[in-house]
């Protein structure tokens, strides 16, 4: 909700205090789906889908 509201039409202390959490937003919920490629159970694999580069199973 914060980066909808521009800094200049609600009360911030200073910039940093903005961008920080729309940048920390962004980089969890950028994260997450990347977390869950990482640790996705073999069993959710397709058949003709390799894995990593370097993976042999």
Do not use: N
Request: proline content about 12%.
């Amino acid at each position: 909700m914060a980066s909808i509201v521009p800094p200049g039409q609600r009360p911030v202390g200073s910039p940093v205090a903005h961008v920080l959490p729309v940048v920390g937003g962004t980089v969890v919920f950028a994260a997450i789906p990347l977390l869950i490629y990482l640790f996705r159970r073999s069993s959710w694999r397709h058949e003709h889908e390799q894995g990593p580069v370097g993976d042999t199973a």
